[in-house]
């Protein structure tokens, strides 16, 4: 059984920093695209950023050069580093893996909710 369990939100002040982690287990993680989506209230849920298999990675233009995508083919985690929040990035942050070929290989967390207000 495929789990992704995120953890690290919470409500921070603009300006501020906040790492989420997305634990997986139950897939071969290192075949897997990695990806963490927001959905704030009333949106959509957008492709925030992406690290591929082979360790590249893209951003959404809002959050470039604030946020960085990593992950760690032995412990099975992929995080993201949130700096320079804006009240704008508050949402419910997922974790989300894809297999690049079987695109049918698709899970989802249950998502974090990261609030940034003063």
């Known amino acids: 059984q495929v789990q992704l369990v995120e953890f690290g939100g919470g409500l921070v002040q603009p300006g501020g920093s906040v790492r989420l982690s997305c634990a997986a287990s139950g897939l071969s993680f290192r075949n897997f695209d990695m990806r963490w989506y927001r959905q704030a209230p009333g949106k959509e849920r957008d492709l925030v950023a992406i690290i591929t298999t082979g360790g590249s990675t893209d951003y959404t233009d809002s959050v470039k050069g604030r946020f960085t995508i990593s992950r760690d083919n032995v412990k099975n985690t992929v995080d993201l580093q949130m700096n320079s929040l804006k009240p704008e990035d508050t949402a419910a942050y997922y974790c989300?893996?894809?297999?690049?070929?079987?695109?049918?290989?698709?899970?989802w967390g249950q998502g974090t909710q990261v609030t940034v207000s003063s």
């Open positions: 989300n893996a894809v297999h690049p070929r079987l695109g049918t290989l698709n899970y």
